[in-house]
């Protein structure tokens, strides 16, 4: 197989989106039609803060039942208004999830869960979570999603109610890069030791290709390994390494070979859980009005976005 095409990755320290973000998948949100697109929404009252214009959604979320109320409910979207925050489960991984140097989570997924928080009238939490105990943070209510390039798994959709996927991606091998031209072909794997993060895409591709591998915590940890030179190589996603490795980054002694499959990232939450529909809306008005494309290209993944 070919060497992937490296992506081209512009970063930004832009902390606050500066795009009005429609579709939050209440009543007020426009709903996705047939054929992928959002109508118009209906236009709404609006009362001047501080801030600026304050939506009606927004005064709606203020006047929300309170948690009690709304775990009673089964709603989860009532749940999250109910206590005013959408707690989002991540890792460190970039250009999705990772700090600025003010120690704000930026990213694209970050930017858009801030945007989708925005859009619901509550702000927004990010929380580091083991990614191998992903569903039990989630059944467990210490995180309302995992919003973390994470890839739509048949565990992960079995698993949780999930958003439609917004992008593509792929397993792919990292390695130092004098030893690239050993790592073209799938075929010549299984002499080589692969650092993996543990519950991850990357560990299924190393367990079903029946390669020699050690579970990390995180990607980032798995890219640590090799830099060491503890495992000859990694197993991370496409637009991780990307971002990470090459000349110009902090890893600029690795480079990445080959791909091991094709698949999509999408958005978790608790199995049956409302807030899914929501996101799907806000994902079809934003793709639709041009503001997903806009966080997309600040982080360089415009290319891998999937049509909503």
Not at 106 to 135: Q, T
Request: proline letters at 3%.
């Amino acid at each position: 197989m070919k060497k992937l095409t490296r992506m081209t990755l512009a970063f930004t320290t832009t902390l606050m989106l500066t795009l009005p973000l429609a579709g939050c998948g209440s009543s007020d949100a426009p709903a996705a039609s047939s054929d992928g697109s959002a109508s118009p929404a209906a236009p709404t009252d609006s009362v001047q803060t501080e801030q600026g214009t304050t939506s009606e959604s927004t005064q709606a979320a203020e006047s929300a039942p309170d948690d009690a109320g709304a775990e009673t409910s089964g709603s989860d979207l009532d749940y999250v208004k109910g206590k005013g925050t959408l707690v989002v489960g991540i890792t460190d991984f970039e250009p999705m999830d990772y700090k600025d140097e003010n120690g704000e989570w930026i990213g694209f997924d970050a930017d858009m869960a801030k945007a989708f928080a925005e859009c619901l009238g509550v702000s927004v939490d990010f929380v580091v979570i083991d990614w191998d105990n992903k569903i039990l943070e989630l059944d467990g209510k210490t995180i309302d999603c995992v919003w973390n390039g994470m890839t739509l798994t048949p565990e992960v959709t079995g698993s949780m109610e999930c958003s439609a996927a917004y992008c593509n991606n792929a397993q792919v091998i990292v390695v130092p890069s004098a030893q690239a031209d050993d790592f073209q072909e799938k075929s010549d794997l299984s002499q080589y030791n692969f650092a993996v993060e543990a519950g991850s895409a990357g560990e299924q591709q190393a367990i079903s290709l029946e390669l020699p591998h050690t579970p990390v915590k995180a990607q980032s940890d798995a890219l640590m390994e090799v830099a060491a030179g503890t495992s000859d190589a990694a197993i991370i996603d496409s637009l991780m390494a990307a971002a990470m490795v090459g000349e110009g980054t902090g890893y600029a002694d690795l480079t990445y070979t080959i791909g091991l499959n094709d698949e999509e990232y999408g958005v978790g939450f608790r199995k049956g859980s409302d807030l899914a529909a929501s996101l799907n809306d806000f994902f079809a008005a934003s793709y639709q009005d041009g503001s997903m494309l806009e966080i997309a290209e600040r982080y360089g993944v415009q290319a891998a976005l999937v049509e909503q």
